[in-house]
Every structure is written in structure tokens, then in C-alpha cells.
């Protein structure tokens, strides 16, 4: 029975959001766990100092394909410890741009997987922003530094403010304690709204992040529904398509294909989540506008 490795940068208690599509996306290949293929799961939990050290435990494994979900950094991580080892990655900003892989379509080396496309994601996070708040002069954006993408993120992110003559007020966090102080920054300089962008400690952090823009009357956009089902306001971002995608994969390397022959695959589906709750909460009228584009509006 093959052994694969699932290095994962999140909760252990996230594995049905994050897991399950992998499963499926493993059983499309002819792979049930359990029955012809194991899965040894390692759970980062959003802390980026431990995806190297889990990465090298998998791989001392010898596991016959390690997933990394998700992040540019556990891809990295896997990417630096071994050559020989197929690596499937789901990441939310470019693989390219991020160094993970220098050619899409055929991939070098032992990496293939899904890539995220920031800059897409990232105009439609303000847009939805600006619709909320038309006459807004501001806008905020949370990123956690220690996030490859970080850098790419925010130069991404000042010029589709800049686009609409928006300010943008950024804040950063790494730790829990470290969003107690971004949010109460943004309390101070009184943002229209903020953008939480893809980042797995932010998920793994969801409940508090929510929790801190509630008490701050801070309308947030987030990546995903994750957030709006913890009571947030919106999100827009990939749907869990993406982790089946990684599960696909990892069957069709087991089945005998190369990395390097599967293409990185780029997202096509995105949903949007409303929730008509925190918006009250917010004093906030949700235009019609947003609400008929919904995929779902949580009551």
C-alpha cells in the first residue's frame, strides 16, 4: 500500500473543510484511504517555524508523494528538503512569482499542483469594498510577514487602491497577540473596511480575527467562507475545489505520471459568501448588487 504525506498549515479540527476534498480528489483516481493508499497527516497549525521540521519527518518516511496544504511556505519547505520526492502544493499567491516553479505548464523537477492568482482575488476583495462603501477614502489590508507572499501582497494590493483613489492602511500579525495590536491600530485609524487575504495562520486564527473586527466595527472581506461561517461578514475566494485538485493529483503520480507532465493548475471556481447577521451587526445594508451575485447568503 502506498504511504502518501499531507503536510497541512492548518488545524487538525479544519480536516473537513481542508481533508475531506483531498479525499475525494484521491478517491477520482481509484485511491481510498484506508484501503489502497495510506495518508500520515502532519498539522502546522498556522505556525511556519514548524512546517520544515514535519516536512523532513514525512519525507524520513518515505512517503511515495508529500501534499502540502497549503501556503507558499509549506511548499518551500518541502521543496528545500528533498528532489526526488514528488511534491503536489496548493498555494494562494503565484507559484511562479513565489520561486516554487519556474514554468506552469510543465512543471520542473518533483513540484506540480494548484497556483492561486492573487491579483484577481485581490481587486475583487476591494471592489466588494468599495461597493459596501462608495464614498469610502479608505481601505485596510492585514498581512502576516512571515508569509512568502507577503511582500508581493501588499504591492499588489496598493496598486488596485491606487486604481480607485483609495488610500490603503496596512497592519501585520504573525501571533494571536500580535492581531490584538493590528486590530486595535486599525480601530485607531479607522479604515472603511479590510481585506484578510489567504494566509494559513489567518485561518487557523479565524475565530479571533472575527471576533476582533466585530469589536472593532470593522467590515472585513475575507478568502474564504471559512471566516463568514465563524460569523464574519463576506468572502470571496477559491472554493475547496482547490484541495480536491491536490488529491487528483496525488492519484495520478501513484497511477505513474511525472510531476513535471501535469501543468500547475490555475483556479476556475470562486464563490462569494454573505452573511446578513454581521452585517446587521454592522449597521450595514448589504446593496442588491452583492447580494444577488452571492453564491450563498447565510442568515
Given at each position: ?226 471566516f463568514v461561517e465563524a460569523g464574519g461578514l463576506i468572502s470571496y475566494g477559491q472554493s475547496t475545489e482547490r484541495f480536491r485538485q491536490v488529491g487528483v493529483y496525488v492519484g495520478k503520480i ?46
Amino acid at each position: 500500500m502506498p504511504l502518501v504525506g499531507a503536510l497541512i498549515n492548518g488545524l487538525p479540527q479544519d480536516a473537513q473543510s481542508l481533508v475531506a476534498p483531498f479525499r475525494d480528489g484521491l478517491g477520482d483516481q481509484g485511491y481510498i484511504e484506508g484501503q489502497n493508499v495510506a495518508v500520515e497527516y502532519r498539522w502546522a497549525e498556522g505556525h511556519n517555524e514548524r512546517l520544515s521540521p514535519l516536512a523532513a519527518e514525512l519525507i524520513s518516511l518515505r512517503v511515495a508523494v508529500l501534499a502540502t496544504l497549503y501556503g507558499a511556505s509549506a511548499a518551500l519547505a518541502a521543496k528545500a528538503l528533498t528532489k526526488s520526492i514528488p511534491i503536489v502544493f496548493l498555494t494562494g499567491g503565484d507559484a511562479s512569482e513565489l520561486g516554487i516553479v519556474a514554468n506552469w505548464d510543465r512543471p520542473e523537477a518533483n513540484l506540480t499542483g494548484v497556483s492561486g492568482i492573487t491579483d484577481f482575488l485581490v481587486a475583487r476583495q476591494i471592489g466588494l469594498l468599495r461597493t459596501l462603501f462608495p464614498n469610502g477614502r479608505s481601505f485596510a489590508l492585514l498581512t502576516n510577514p512571515a508569509s512568502a507572499n507577503a511582500n508581493r501582497l501588499v504591492q499588489i494590493t496598493q496598486a488596485v487602491a491606487k486604481s480607485i483613489r483609495r488610500e490603503l492602511v496596512t497592519a501585520t500579525a504573525t501571533s494571536e497577540r500580535e492581531l490584538d495590536s493590528a486590530f486595535a491600530s486599525l480601530a485607531e485609524r479607522r479604515p472603511d473596511g479590510v481585506v484578510i487575504p489567504t494566509n494559513a495562520f489567518f485561518l487557523s486564527a479565524r475565530k479571533r480575527i472575527v471576533s476582533l473586527a466585530a469589536d472593532c466595527k470593522l467590515a472585513a472581506v475575507y478568502d474564504a467562507r471559512d471566516f463568514v461561517e465563524a460569523g464574519g461578514l463576506i468572502s470571496y475566494g477559491q472554493s475547496t475545489e482547490r484541495f480536491r485538485q491536490v488529491g487528483v493529483y496525488v492519484g495520478k503520480i501513484l497511477n505513474g505520471a511525472k510531476p513535471a507532465d501535469l501543468p500547475v493548475v490555475r483556479p476556475s471556481n470562486f464563490e462569494l459568501v454573505v452573511n446578513r447577521k454581521a452585517a446587521k451587526a454592522l449597521n450595514l445594508d448589504l446593496p442588491t448588487s452583492v447580494l444577488s451575485q452571492a453564491d450563498q447568503v447565510m442568515e
